[in-house]
Each structure stands twice: as C-alpha cells, then as structure tokens.
C-alpha cells in the first residue's frame, strides 16, 4: 500500500515560498584620493568584503540583510536599504568629491594661520584676526569630523 500525506500538509508544502538571496555586485571606481586605502563593505554592520581601488566583487545577500554599508576608517557612507536593491544590480562605492579631494589642503590652513598670532610683531590687529580665524578654522574641522562623518563615501545603486 501507497503512504499519502494528509491534505493539510501537501497545503502548507505549496504555500511554502522559498524566498531567492539576491545577488548584487558592488564596484569601486578608480580613484586618485584614497587609491591606497580598502573601503569596508559592510551587510547590517558585519564586514562581508574589503574593496581595493579599480575593484569589483560579486556579494549575495542573505534574506534576512537590512541595509548596506561602507566604511573608510573613521568615514562611513550613509546606509542603503536593501529592500530597494533587486538582483543584478550594481552598486557604486566612491568616495565624497569634495571632502576627499580637497579637504586634504585645509591642514595647510593652520600653520600659517598660527604663524599671524604666534610670530613677535607689534601688530595686534592681525594677531586678532589670526586668532578669530584659527578658532573658526578649527571649529569647522570638528564640525567635520564628528557631524559629517556618514558622508565621507557615497553609495548608488
């Protein structure tokens, strides 16, 4: 004699809907500033890949996975939800234009601005002024580094 199964459990086994894990493939592109510098990639926190200047990986996502990261050291990239990520898609890892490119040159800014204040000369006017722009200069580097610090790296899909 034949075993069946109840009806009830054929029922549950086609309702069962097993769920695809996409696969996506992130790319970072070529890039003079921090060219010697991987870029973490990041599945809800967890370090999955580390990518190098020019490279491509392929990463499949688990069910579960909410957003995707990147990090560079103390910079992050805000996160991208993986709910608006479908398969194949291609992700883009850069790095900000602005703050990458030319932030670099605003550590050149305080020595001379020190120099106007710290040097002996009888001019108390630029000694001012140089104080008033070294405290301001300083102020927007803290600003910086601790308020726009998700946006050091972009991510688009």
């Not at 069962?16 to 992130?26: A, D, F, G, L």
């Not at 996975?65 to 479908?86: E, M, P, Q, R, V």
């Amino acid at each position: 004699p034949t075993r069946t199964r109840p009806y009830s459990t054929l029922l549950a086994l086609t309702k069962t809907v097993v769920k695809h894990m996409p696969t996506i493939k992130i790319k970072r592109k070529t890039e003079n500033f921090n060219e010697n510098i991987d870029y973490k990639i990041l599945v809800d926190g967890i370090l999955i890949t580390r990518l190098k200047n020019g490279e491509e990986k392929l990463i499949e996502l688990s069910e579960n996975s909410k957003y995707i990261s990147a990090t560079l050291g103390f910079g992050k990239s805000k996160n991208l939800t993986i709910d608006n990520i479908t398969e194949n898609d291609n992700i883009n890892v850069s790095g900000n234009e602005f703050m990458n490119r030319y932030l670099k040159y605003y550590g050149l800014i305080f020595p001379f601005l020190g120099l106007t204040f710290l040097l002996d000369h009888d001019y108390e006017l630029i000694k001012l002024i140089g104080k008033i722009l070294f405290g301001i200069s300083l102020l927007i580097a803290f600003y910086i580094l601790i308020f726009m610090n998700k946006k050091w790296l972009v991510l688009k899909t």
